[in-house]
């Protein structure tokens, strides 16, 4: 989308098999089949080439790899160079978002994150989209704002980071939820009450680590969690249907070609959870089910039979 | 599902024809077709036999209606009978919602408003399902929640009367955009965008006539919003999907068995929006479409060149 905007893009790529098929072919047959990049497109095994010289570089690895692969990359950019991240999770170690790493450098104050309802496959094919671009820093945002805006992508901005970040972040652990509800032969009302209440409780954890709460009603919260809970193209969403027919995390983990973020996200979600003190039932039934042996079916069920509440903002 | 728990529960209908339908065989072959009701449900069509003697009356007639029903059933009701309204949608000519004109009334200082992710067809199979009940008056609220709640059925309260009657109300002409999203051939990416950029223009409407912003993150903002805008199932996502083929609104209409609440509530929405002067463009472009002749792709494409904003809270 950028290189057919007019600039000069460099994508490095990190498998060297993936990286010969794009040089020859110019088509990602792995991850977007049958779409054909632009004819600008370059394509780098070298990180230093993919970052050097670079206005805005996009961070798109996995959160598990983040932290090695940005120390890498930074080392290579120039100080004005405005870093976007689109990885969606939370650091299992330190419970750290991709911008609070990235922030350990100094280098890193006009840090951006790129969230929102955007699957890729649908991008490329020029199919309306809306995303937000937050950063602690105006300038940063507008300018990633306007790099990337064309009149199929629409971008907003947004100061909230940590907001922005933890609805995406969040949002993946619901999906695997959703999965779950749909591979249990469970219908629209129970999948649309899952995604309510799960937004409850990333609004109660996101507001306790600083978050705007209303950040959640935005692109990044609400809109990706809908995405993620009603399409069978999320990797999360599968995890989730696969486990509900019955098979083990393990299995699904090892055929799965993509990183289903959620399954480490939910680990991170928990311990936070737990040091925060904020009830996240929904969460913790995730977290159940995948690494305690919960039964999916038993673990509905329990959310079903709580106490019954008020539906207070965040309660 | 109020019979299966033991109440003794009446129902009223106003068709001579569906009364004999259900009074024959126990089972609403218009609405809820293939689905046996429990045998101890009674059906009336005298107003005064389903209201007189009732502790708790739940109302469901289309918004356009209910004045004039309610009038008739409130003067044959004790006046510490709860009453509780399902019905989604904001009066044309008043621009009033259903608590509002059943306030009107001395006698519904409790009236409390029912909404929420719930398709009757999946409430019938006892699908999880979960709903907002909302009232001015708490101990009104708790008798409806505890009246109403059963494993498969889960109640919150809610004190923001509005709040909740808005979401309810506004998501159906969401939903109309929804739908012609989908007969355009548009992805999942753009409805998530739609969800989200309709929820902003509820929250920023609704928090002008007094509502609390994050009641729209609950069940009858989000969750509804959600179901609506995601399942064929519903009648106004239909009425768009229509539009988006070709049809005219009237020809839609005339073979619809039952109300789109969403064709009457954006008249009362446009009309809000510009007399509490908020912008609500995507409200504006249903209008245009089904009002004003605007051809539904233009529409959209007008939303998405607008001019590149922050995403606050509510902007």
Known sequence: M????????????????LLEVLQRGRCNTWYLPGQELDARL????DIAEAVREMQVVLWVAPVKVFRPLFARGIAHARPETIHV??????ENETLKTV????????EAETFCVLSGPSFAREVIRKM??????????????????????????????SRDVIGVELG?????????????????????????????RGLAEIIRLGTALGADPLTFSGLSGIGDLV?????EQSRNYSVGLELARGRSLSEIMNTMKMVAEGVYTVRSARALSLQQRIEMPIVGAIHAVLFEGKAPLAALQDLMIRDLKQEAPGA
């Open 2 to 17: 950028l290189s057919e905007k007019g600039y000069a893009v460099t994508q490095w790529v990190y498998e060297p098999e």
């Open 42 to 45: 370059r394509f780098t095994g």
């Open 85 to 90: 991240s689109a990885a969606k999770g939370i």
């Open 99 to 106: 911008s609070q790493i990235a922030r350990e450098n100094r």
């Open 128 to 157: 309306p989209t809306a995303v937000v671009i937050a950063s602690q820093d105006d300038r940063a945002a507008a300018v990633v704002q306007n790099v990337m805006a064309c009149p199929f992508f629409r971008t907003y901005t």
């Open 168 to 196: 995406g972040a969040l949002k993946n652990v619901m999906a695997i939820a959703a999965g779950i509800i749909e591979g249990l032969g469970y219908g629209v009302n129970t999948r649309a009450a899952l995604i309510t």
């Open 227 to 231: 995405l993620t809970c009603t399409s």
